[in-house]
């Protein structure tokens, strides 16, 4: 790959006010040119917010590449929590959530964000699973009111296994349906070696999550670790370039979710930072 400015442009997970990832007011401090940006409250998602919003991120220079949904009620307190809280998965939740969903494809739009991320929840890894085309129909759904914004649905990685994604993602059958690749995600759920996830997914690949994690002692029952990027069981350099056989040359999106403590996420996502651009000039150089 010929080194560009426009390859792997740095980013970073962040959240506006209380929310994941890190806060606006200490971005700039980085010098991180782009941002995955976790949905606001439904109260801060009106014009008036979409404007300020495009100023603040117009004044510090940075690029929102893709915004991501989240729903009241989920919990990521442990693997059957998941199962049973988040994304579209829950029955009792799903009209309100799709509903929710599209008015946050219409903020992405309003923010002139072409792509919206989600972790859908666990896909049956079973096809004949009663709850399996209900899925593949609520996510063709999605897909095909985001279209009509001319916009993209990323399906963040982690929950199901490479292959059980993939035939998932054929059988939804969109143009517009991609994968957000979080290889700590793969490690974290047990579901498989990330670097193989990773190449099997290939060209469905249009953003990436840089975070790293450390396998558990019982893969699949109970979560794995997440660690700061370079302590955990990824292997940076092949991952950059497996992304690079893949053809991919979108942001690389740090992702450090411990807004409980700012200034050591602060420090871990300029370790992360350095770290990644070190990887990248010698990848592309
Ligand atoms: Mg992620």
């Not at 990832?21 to 401090?29: A, D, I, N, P, T």
């Not at 992702?255 to 770290?275: F, S, T, V």
């Amino acid at each position: 790959m010929q080194n560009n400015k426009k390859v792997w442009p740095l980013g970073v997970f962040t959240s506006i006010g209380l929310g994941l990832g890190l806060s606006l007011e200490v971005l700039h401090q980085l010098k991180i040119p782009t941002i995955h940006l976790h949905t606001p409250p439904k109260t801060e998602r009106t014009p008036a917010h979409v404007a300020s919003l495009v100023e603040r991120l117009r004044s510090i220079d940075v690029e929102a590449t893709c915004v991501f949904a989240g729903f009241t009620g989920e919990s990521y307190a442990d693997i059957p929590t998941v199962r049973s809280t988040v994304g579209l998965l829950p029955l009792e939740s799903r009209a309100e959530r799709v509903a929710e969903l599209h008015e946050i494809i219409d903020f992405a739009s309003q923010l002139k964000v072409a792509a919206v991320g989600l972790h859908l929840g666990f896909v049956p890894h079973d096809t004949s699973d009663a709850g399996y085309e209900p899925l593949v129909e609520v996510t063709r759904d999605v897909c095909d009111y985001a279209l009509g914004n001319d916009q993209a649905i990323h399906l963040e990685t982690g929950q199901e296994p490479a292959g059980v994604l993939l035939d998932f993602l054929s059988e939804v059958n969109r143009s517009n349906l991609f994968v957000n690749f979080d290889p700590a995600n793969m490690i974290l759920y047990g579901c498989g070696e990330p670097l193989e996830a990773l190449a099997e997914i290939g060209h469905y690949v249009h953003s990436v999550h840089c975070k790293d994690a450390k396998w558990s002692d019982r893969p699949g029952e109970t979560w794995g670790t997440e660690v700061p990027l370079g302590e955990g069981a990824v292997d940076w350099s092949g991952f950059l370039q497996i992304l690079d056989d893949i053809g991919y040359t979108g942001p690389l999106t740090i992702e450090r979710e411990i807004p409980q403590d700012p200034e050591r996420q602060l420090a871990e996502i300029g370790h992360a930072a350095r770290m990644l651009t070190q990887l990248k000039t010698h990848h592309l150089t």
